[in-house]
């Protein structure tokens, strides 16, 4: 049994006008919170931004009480992690530049915070809008089959979440709940192990009836057009060009997102190929510096993309992947050398990419994340 991680969006039915009114509110805080942490996020020092649990951003939690920001303290904290999630995401991609300014309509959750409650027939959720005790609101789920079936789950404890987020959209609001689901992983399944590089963006192998397939999606073109922006970005700092540089790094950002959908979107088409397919992605957030590219946003175009053809993803704890012979299980690091892995017990020689895919689709590595 393996665990993997949805995002299920949960519609709801339409609040009434006074609550309508406390959510927007929340809204506008909660976006306040957010753009005044981004702002903030360039004064710390590097090494800090990585720790989301630093006791600078609980100062700031404090500080942001006291100027009037009535939302509950774990909500605060949460969008101040969301900016120091994508402020860390940025430094990621060598991209040292403010982070845009929030504009969506969101709250997002500790799993501590909400409760999904069950009256009768009907669900809801029970969630804090303000600091304090009595400042809560409850708001009915629509009452589709598709809900019902998380609902239930998690209304008896058999489907655990974590936190979560209420979203509007138009005049539209969903409860976009995490889940974690089991996976029954036999042989009547298509376990697809894909591994991120450089030199390969991504290396997909599938193991199907004991047979191995496998494809690639090269790096090279990706790499030049990456260090291309760079050094034009960089030439238009140095002369002092300001405009050119934000306009550089918007056709940067969306060159590189563009190359992860199109990769993201091959590789669920890839898995969709085979039978009962399953992927299994690196765990990159404990095992690689995201230095190079953006492989975090390339992992979450995955996994919503498979989501929508119902394929479930499940995130593995990468260590040994590339260290270990697929054929005959040996272990050492002299295994592989620069892009070509040789087995220094059985003599197998291959990519040593594909040798790491291969082996998060043999799911014998230490443990899962």
Same mark, same amino acid.
């Given at each position: 049994?393996?665990?993997?991680? +949805? ?6 039915? %339409? ?36 720790? %989301? ?13 006291? +100027? ?45 915070? $909400? ?64 889940? +974690? ?7 009547? $399944? ?17 193991? *199907? ?10 790096? +090279? ?13 960089? *030439? ?27 990769? *993201? ?35 979450? $175009? ?18 040994? *992947? ?48």
């Amino acid at each position: 049994m393996m665990t993997s991680i +949805k995002t299920i969006k949960l519609p709801l039915a %339409a609040p009434k006008p006074d609550v309508r009114r406390e959510i927007d509110r929340a809204f506008r805080d909660f976006r306040w919170v957010y753009d005044e942490a981004a702002k903030r996020m360039p004064s710390l020092k590097r090494k800090r931004i990585g720790f %989301a649990k630093d006791y600078v951003y609980y100062e700031w939690v404090k500080e942001f009480r006291r +100027k009037g920001i009535d939302l509950p303290a774990q909500v605060m904290q949460q969008a101040v992690e969301k900016a120091r999630i994508s402020y860390a995401s940025m430094l990621g991609n060598k991209v040292f530049n403010r982070i845009s300014r929030s504009r969506n309509d969101v709250l997002r959750f500790h799993n501590q915070c $909400f409760h999904i409650v069950h009256f009768g027939n009907m669900y809801f959720v029970d969630l804090p809008l303000r600091a304090g005790r009595g400042h809560r609101v409850i708001l009915p789920f629509k009452g589709d089959s598709y809900s019902r079936f998380f609902l239930e789950q998690v209304s008896k404890k058999t489907l655990a979440y974590g936190a979560s987020e209420l979203k509007k959209y138009g005049e539209e609001y969903s409860f976009n709940l995490t889940v +974690k689901t089991g996976v029954e992983c036999n042989e009547k $399944f298509t376990p697809i192990g894909v591994d991120f590089g450089l030199t390969n963006i991504a290396v997909a192998a599938a193991i *199907s009836e004991d047979k191995t397939k496998v494809k690639l999606w090269r790096g +090279k073109e990706a790499q030049h057009k990456r260090r291309m922006f760079l050094r034009k970005i960089a *030439s238009y700092q140095r002369r002092g060009k300001l405009r050119k540089v934000k306009s550089m790094k918007a056709t940067y950002r969306n060159y590189m997102k563009t190359v992860n959908h199109q990769v *993201s979107r091959e590789i669920v088409d890839f898995a969709s190929s085979f039978y009962g397919p399953y992927i299994m992605l690196e765990n990159l957030h404990k095992f690689r510096k995201q230095n190079d590219w953006t492989f975090s946003e390339l992992r979450i $175009f995955i996994e919503y993309k498979a989501l929508e053809q119902g394929i479930p993803v499940i995130a593995v704890n990468p260590r040994n *992947s590339s260290n270990r012979c697929n054929r005959c299980g040996y272990v050492d690091r002299m295994n592989r050398s620069g892009i070509y892995f040789n087995c220094l017990a059985c003599g197998y020689r291959v990519n040593a990419d594909v040798n790491a895919a291969i082996n998060l689709a043999q799911g014998r590595m230490d443990n899962y994340s």
